[in-house]
């Protein structure tokens, strides 16, 4: 497996919100082409870290949204997004200490989280907050978000 595929399995009926997580994959899919060409290091240094900052953003208007609506499930679905951002951090620490990374293992590992979370976390929530609007930031305040979940990353203590 060499990359993550979108499903229509993966789709919740909302266009905003399915654009959102078709972007992502295509991120993912990009850094993944990156390392599978030895790519300079740097570079996928600063991949990992883009793709932890846009998952980040995209995360925290999820949350938000759910925080609006007083969302009963709010807490185990929150401790799924923070499960896949510990986990994105540290395939990355590994990387940098390592130079290496199990470039199939990874991909598996995210497409089990997608596949299970858009089913399940984000279909069920968006059914119910489908009715009100979803949050869209306007593009620079979405790069604000991004690079400061960027930031944390690579500056964490
Ligand atoms: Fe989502
Ligand atoms: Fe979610």
Known sequence: M??????DEY?????GVDY??????????????LIGQNGERRRVIDGLGDIYGAISAHFA????????HDYA????????HDRLLDEIQE????????????????TQRLADWFGNHFQ?????????????????PSPSKLEK?????????RHRP
């Open 2 to 7: 060499a990359s993550l595929e979108w499903r």
């Open 11 to 15: 789709c919740t009926g909302i266009a």
């Open 20 to 33: 959102e997580h078709q972007a992502l994959i295509a991120q993912i899919n990009a850094v993944l082409a």
């Open 61 to 68: 208007l999820e949350e938000r949204m759910m925080e609006r």
């Open 73 to 80: 499930e709010y807490a185990e679905h929150k401790a799924d």
């Open 91 to 106: 395939l990355t620490l590994d990387y940098e200490s390592s130079d290496s990374l199990d470039r199939d293992a990874f």
């Open 120 to 136: 399940t976390h984000d279909a069920r929530l968006h059914r119910l907050a489908w009715l009100r609007e979803h949050d869209h």
């Open 145 to 153: 978000m991004i690079r400061h979940a960027k930031d944390r990353l």
